[in-house]
């Protein structure tokens, strides 16, 4: 039986086995190439992985870093809608705003909804009891999870409670999320942009797990394709240009591919908080915020987990009462800027997934280099015209609030 | 089937970049290195600025285009002026973070955009994570100024001398400008670095370097232009050769006399045993990259730290940076050498630089490399650098009459 994310321990026994069957489903989905194992075996004892800064690079390089940190934080009255578009990297957030407009609180996560709704469909008590920690009330009142549907009726099933969780709490592909306990107006719960999800992380590793050399224009040499280069030719859509998550994930798997490795994903799967750069964000008197007000969750520490790796799902940073100062009144080292952003929170966050290889040469793999064209500059690639639209949007509805 | 490459390592961008950067296919670095720090007087105009480092320019030039030094032009009838070695020395002009101060500047240098991350080293109570600065020496030769000069060249004096005539234009001409201070190099003849280790080994290909140095136009006068990091280091050699050979190598992740990288570090009788890739030799080109490893102790090691991805620069997460070092060795005496690193790294986004040297699993949670919880019989976590100065510059793209001059009009 596989672990829940995070190797969280709260899932019953017919939720960690419905668990199983999804990601069983999920791979048998996406048909993963066959150096691609569906699960970790005997073969694969080394754990790999690379990590990669929780802010969104598309967006920054398309619009400068201080549009980006704006349109990443758009809300509305249907909640976090830069989220909703933009928070690509396998994280999300919401700021919580003091009634001057300054960040009191910052919350992050990683968890998929796909999770949320195996939890919600056979623990409904035990979801209910999250979703209000989050939003850090006593009692939740179940319609605002499960909408018209009671999660504890007689004749409700696990499947029946899982599509009412969904259809209350995740937002529709291109709709505004209305929920206030995962749309950022009072919680956050789980990720819910379009490609943040299990079935993304999954294709985007097996689609990688298959050998891609070239021969390097300059110095002759055959060498892996980098990601940028292994995007264009590994199944369409299963990863993008530009994002600080794909293009590393891939390079890295086609990598370990050419190498002639078996990869499999690690057990747990999930998207982690490997660290927070927590020297990167100084108080008014010039000293390091301490590491301890940094709060991770939903996931294991270092110290807990067999292996001495973190994966921790859930961030939450505030300023401890009586500081004497506000989170407002922090600093980022790196550029002196006050923090007015959850952006800035995240271009100090890493984060990582773990898979699982085998040695070198354990698979035969045939080296054909394959040919190179070029690629626009991430500024200059044609998705960057959609995020200027959506600049534009953003700068007009903020327009509409402020007359 | 075909991939993509980005255009971005087209002849276009490199031509922007200003000289003194050697990235180029084939190009190496020449030995000699000097950085001169430059303020702008305070309450000097930006009029008054910019025409004094035009003028700083028209000299730089004449002496590395004619050789022509301020102290030999004729001064009789009938003599003409004689000339030093010209084509000696190639120079970059750099903005630190105090020029876009308008506190510290009244009336402003400019109105341009500064750089997000272009920010004072030395804000806050440490520098960086891991470093610790070398009491004091911040303050008495510093490495941030409101611009910097790097002069590279094939000769200590091809180097030392654009500095001094710099010093004599700005006395004669009582030129707006003060110089702060200045901080020399040079390269070694044998790859390696003051701990013996090869140094510089899985730099990155020359074909991809370009990925990792142009800027982005954000702020737009940024475009092409590039961002440099100097960090003067101070290296504890004493408590180095403290260590066995075994343990510097688990720290650096490579052999010390083949510079093969480490594929594992076993243990036999409480010993480590550091175990180079198999068929690895001496000079190895196929492992100036080293492969890939899961073996933990490898992981931490130095070399894998500095680059945990093992991305190629144009993918954004590989916070790939291009170095370009100099080593330094101050004074010997009774006491052991006083030696170190001028670390000096140019990358499209100094963003890329502090997250290698904050990152947990990188650089941010050690000194040099090595494990931060050792077990039996690994190395316990060495303070082998410390600070003596440091600074971050904006390094514009070339531009007439220097580059960097619309800052002034801006």
Redesign the interface.
């Known amino acids: 039986m596989t672990q829940a994310p995070g190797g969280l321990c709260e899932l019953c026994a017919e939720a960690a086995a419905a668990w199983d069957h999804l990601l069983a489903e999920v791979v048998a989905e996406v048909k993963p190439p066959p150096q691609a194992l569906a699960t970790a075996d005997t073969r694969t004892q080394e754990l790999t992985g690379p990590d990669w800064p929780a802010m969104p690079a598309r967006i920054q390089s398309c619009l400068g870093r201080r549009q980006a940190h704006a349109l990443l934080d758009w809300r509305t009255d249907h909640g976090d809608e830069g989220r909703r578009l933009h928070q690509e990297e396998y994280l999300e957030w919401r700021v919580v705003r003091a009634d001057d407009g300054n960040p009191r609180r910052i919350e992050m996560t990683t968890e998929f909804g796909d999770y949320w709704k195996v939890l919600a469909g056979y623990q409904p008590e035990e979801t209910l009891k999250l979703v209000a920690s989050f939003a850090g009330e006593e009692t939740i009142d179940p319609r605002a999870v499960y909408g018209d549907l009671d999660p504890f009726g007689a004749a409700v099933d696990p499947s029946q409670r899982s599509a009412a969780f969904a259809a209350t709490m995740l937002a529709a592909t291109g709709r505004p999320m209305a929920n206030p306990y995962n749309n950022g107006q009072r919680a956050i719960c789980c990720m819910v942009q379009a490609s943040n999800t299990l079935k993304a992380l999954i294709n985007l590793v097996a689609a990688s797990a298959e050998p891609h050399v070239v021969i390097d224009a300059v110095t002759k040499d055959r060498r892996p394709m980098s990601g940028s280069e292994a995007i264009q030719v590994i199944r369409e859509g299963a990863a993008q240009d530009c994002r600080n998550s794909d293009p590393v994930v891939v390079e890295r798997v086609v990598r370990l591919a050419t190498e002639g490795r078996l990869i499999a994903f690690d057990d747990p799967i999930g998207v982690y908080i490997r660290g927070v750069e927590h020297g990167q964000l100084i108080r008014p008197d010039g000293s390091d915020v301490p590491a301890e007000w940094f709060k991770l969750c939903r996931g294991v520490g270092p110290d807990e987990a067999a292996d001495g790796r973190p994966r921790y799902q859930r961030l939450t940073f505030e300023v401890p009462e009586g500081a004497g100062f506000t989170l407002a009144d922090l600093k980022q080292r790196g550029t002196g800027d006050r923090i007015t952003h959850g952006a800035q929170l995240a271009e100090v966050v890493t984060l990582g997934v773990y898979v699982r290889t085998s040695t070198a040469g354990a698979v035969a793999v045939a080296l054909e280099p394959e040919s190179l064209h070029a690629v626009m500059p991430c500024p200059e690639q044609r998705s960057c015209d959609e995020l200027r639209a959506s600049w534009e949007a953003f700068e007009a509805a903020e327009g509409e609030r402020t007359t | 089937?075909?991939?993509?490459?980005?255009?971005?390592?087209g002849g276009a961008a490199a031509a922007q970049l200003q000289e003194g950067i050697f990235f180029r296919?084939g190009e190496m670095a020449p030995p000699h290195f000097r950085l001169l720090l430059l303020d702008v007087r305070p309450g000097t105009s930006a009029a008054d600025a910019g025409a004094a480092l035009r003028e700083i320019g028209d000299t730089l030039r004449a002496l590395q285009r004619r050789g022509e030094v301020r102290d030999l032009q004729p001064t009789r009838v009938g003599e003409s002026a004689a000339t030093v070695p010209a084509e000696g020395f190639s120079m970059l002009l750099g903005y630190g973070?105090s020029f876009f101060d308008a506190a510290r500047h009244n009336p402003p240098l400019t109105t341009a955009d500064r750089p997000?991350?272009l920010?004072?080293l030395s804000?806050?109570?440490?520098a960086l994570?891991t470093i610790p600065w070398v009491e004091g020496a911040n303050e008495s030769v510093p490495g941030e100024a409101d611009l910097c000069l790097q002069f590279t060249g094939v000769s200590a004096s091809g180097v030392a001398r654009p500095a001094v005539e710099l010093w004599k234009l700005i006395t004669d001409r009582h030129l707006p400008l003060g110089i702060r201070g200045s901080h020399d190099g040079f390269q070694r003849d044998d790859g390696r670095s003051w701990i013996d280790f090869h140094d510089g080994v899985s730099n990155i290909?020359?074909?991809?370097r370009l990925a990792a140095l142009a800027a982005?136009?954000?702020?737009g006068w940024m475009a092409s232009g590039t961002y440099m990091a100097f960090l003067r280091l101070r290296i504890d050699l004493a408590a180095w050769r403290m260590l066995s050979r075994e343990a510097q190598e688990t720290i650096v992740g490579r052999d010390k006399l083949t510079g093969c990288p480490l594929e594992r570090v076993g243990h036999a009788d409480g010993a480590l045993l550091p175990r180079p890739f198999a068929g690895c030799t001496a000079g190895d080109?196929q492992y100036r990259d080293p492969?890939?490893t899961?073996d933990?102790l490898v992981e931490a090691s130095h070399i894998h730290r500095a680059n945990?991805?093992?991305?190629?620069p144009?993918?954004?997460?590989?916070q790939r940076i291009f170095r370009q070092g100099y080593d330094f060795l101050e004074s010997i005496g009774p006491e052991g050498p006083r030696l170190g690193l001028n670390f000096v790294s140019f990358q499209k986004d100094?963003?890329r630089l502090?997250?290698v040297l904050?990152?947990?699993?990188w650089l941010?949670d050690v000194n040099f490399g090595g494990p931060t919880n050792p077990g039996a019989g690994e190395p316990e976590p060495v303070v082998l650098m410390r600070l003596l100065a440091g600074g971050l510059y904006a390094v514009p793209p070339r531009g007439e009459p220097f580059p960097g001059a619309a800052l002034f009009t801006t």
């Open positions: 089937m075909s991939a993509g490459v980005h255009t971005t390592a296919p973070a997000a991350y920010a004072p804000a806050g109570e440490s994570a290909e020359s074909s991809q982005d136009p954000d702020p080109a492969p890939q899961s933990p945990q991805n093992r991305a190629q144009t993918t954004a997460a590989s100094l963003a502090q997250h904050s990152q947990t699993g941010g």
